[in-house]
């Protein structure tokens, strides 16, 4: 038996929050772009579980903006998916099971443009959510009027365009607009974003102050583990328990955060906030988007390829060794805590970088290293790179965790081989996928210069960085010297050598 509406009635188990009925009869309320992981396991888990209490009342009809991936699941599951939460909540064990039956529809930017269109008509639409990965909120040279635009700020932009001339210049009703992309104010620079590209598609300055005037966008940060898709076995041991198939299940940890930035207008339009303490609704979210982006983001990047290369495949297989388990938390609350480019205390970093690996420690969640790489440089310039600035700033001197996972970095993104359109980087005679749209650089790099000359490169690239990173006194020997030590020696080797330095900044 697949999961689908139809199929509701039959499922027996006690263990399983089954949604009623009356849920599928909820009006469309929020236009969703992004069928990934994160935004079914945080976004539409509390859209769900406000639904279920009788507090939104909304749906969502979400548009899929690539052809990758299997579409033809939601339609087939009536875009119901099993979600399974677990992990440990204030010491006690959690594993739950939910039916999230949030979507309404999904819908193919490629396919049905026009049908996207149509839900601008929608006067109960009233927000926008998205998540696009840091690539995605981008300015691109994008005709709004294509069928359908190319990023995903012209499809927006198009899209509002498309109700202001449609329900009335005047009347139309504007939307809050709540990207959940990992970049500092997402949504102030998806504003930007999207005035500019009405300017540069010609429309009019009636359109451009309807936007300012009926159009909220909010900063927003998300922060839960979401890995995805369990593997097959473990697919089949829950399938197994539940009674039936679902090829859209997800699992992903207890905890869980969604704070947007907004005022008490955009407040009382997401009113699914009121479901579950997770939403934190605040005039300022600086402090959780520096505690998330630094001590859990930012750590999970500069360990991800060195865990990679060492062999290791998820974040709890790391932290169960015990000469990365010790870099992971040194680095994190001896290099990069102090280096957050905000006034937080040191007993509030400590505490939350303590959360921090006790998720990270997750039984059970199979968060591979090999899927954190995903767009690794962009990443590591957002997450990483200001606090190795702020580092030098405070202390003056090189952050030497910091320069290990750099180097590492450095390392995973050497590719070797192309193949259709695809990098593949290669470490003990293993191919693996380099999945950056910086890759064309590195391939370039390492294919022409010795690892010291690819050292000076990158980091004096400041179209990679924002700044030349090779001024930086030191830096640039301790990287050379940290991706000699990587190339030259067995993974056995590495404990002493990280160990060693972990001992001399205690």
């Not at 509002?160 to 009703?173: D, F, M, Q, T, V």
């Not at 702020?390 to 750099?406: D, E, H, R, S, T």
């Not at 210069?449 to 301790?478: H, M, Q, Y």
């Amino acid at each position: 038996m697949i999961l689908s509406r139809n199929s509701l009635k039959q499922i027996s188990s006690d263990s399983i929050e089954i949604p009623g009925e009356e849920i599928f009869l909820y009006p469309e309320k929020i236009l969703q772009f992004g069928t990934g992981v994160l935004l079914r396991g945080l976004p539409d888990y509390f859209i769900d579980k406000a639904n279920k209490k009788g507090l939104f009342k909304g749906r969502i009809v979400v548009v899929k903006s690539t052809e990758t991936g299997r579409s033809d699941e939601f339609g087939r599951q009536d875009a119901l998916y099993t979600h399974l939460v677990q992990g440990i909540s204030e010491g006690k064990s959690i594993r739950e099971f939910y039916i999230n039956a949030s979507i309404s529809r999904v819908l193919s930017a490629v396919k049905d443009w026009k049908s996207i269109l149509n839900c601008a008509l929608n006067r109960e639409l009233e927000i926008i959510i998205s998540n696009t990965t840091e690539v995605g909120i981008e300015l691109r040279d994008d005709d709004i009027r294509a069928n359908p635009p190319d990023s995903f700020p012209g499809k927006l932009v198009s899209f509002l365009y498309h109700r202001y001339k449609k329900l009335g210049e005047n009347s139309a009703p504007g939307f809050v607009i709540v990207p959940t992309e990992l970049i500092p104010d997402n949504g102030l620079k998806l504003k930007t974003i999207c005035f500019e590209l009405a300017k540069k598609n010609g429309l009019e300055n009636e359109f451009i102050e309807w936007l300012t005037r009926a159009n909220t966008f909010c900063n927003s940060l998300v922060d839960r583990i979401v890995p995805g898709k369990p593997n097959s076995e473990l697919k089949n041991q829950i399938e197994n328990e539940i009674g039936y198939k679902d090829d859209l299940m997800i699992i992903s940890e207890s905890y869980r955060l969604w704070a947007i930035e907004a005022d008490e207008r955009a407040k009382n339009v997401l009113s699914f906030y009121r479901a579950d303490e997770g939403v934190k609704i605040e005039p300022d979210i600086t402090i959780y988007r520096e505690l998330k982006l630094r001590l859990l983001n930012g750590v999970h990047t500069l360990s991800s390829g060195l865990a990679f290369l060492a062999g290791i495949k998820t974040v709890k297989e790391a932290m169960n060794i015990l000469w990365l388990s010790n870099y992971i938390q040194s680095l994190m609350l001896d290099e990069l805590a102090p280096a957050i480019p905000y006034a937080i205390s040191k007993e509030e970093s400590r505490k939350f970088g303590m959360q921090v690996l006790d998720r990270f420690r997750n039984p059970g969640i199979e968060h591979e290293w090999i899927n954190i790489t995903l767009q690794y440089s962009s990443k590591m310039r957002m997450r990483n790179i200001p606090l190795l600035l702020n580092y030098y700033k405070i202390f003056g001197k090189v952050p030497q965790l910091l320069a290990k996972g750099f180097a590492a970095y450095l390392l995973f993104s050497r590719p070797v081989k192309k193949q259709e359109g695809n990098y593949r980087g290669e470490w003990n005679g293993i191919l693996y996928p380099v999945r950056d749209d910086k890759v064309d650089i590195f391939f370039k790099v390492w294919n022409s210069n010795n690892p010291n000359k690819v050292v000076d490169l990158i980091l004096a690239n400041e179209n990679l960085w924002g700044s030349d990173l090779s001024t930086l006194s030191g830096f640039a020997d301790a990287v050379k010297s940290d991706l000699q030590f990587l190339m030259n020696s067995r993974v056995e080797e590495w404990r002493d050598e990280f160990n060693n330095c972990i001992e001399k900044k205690s």
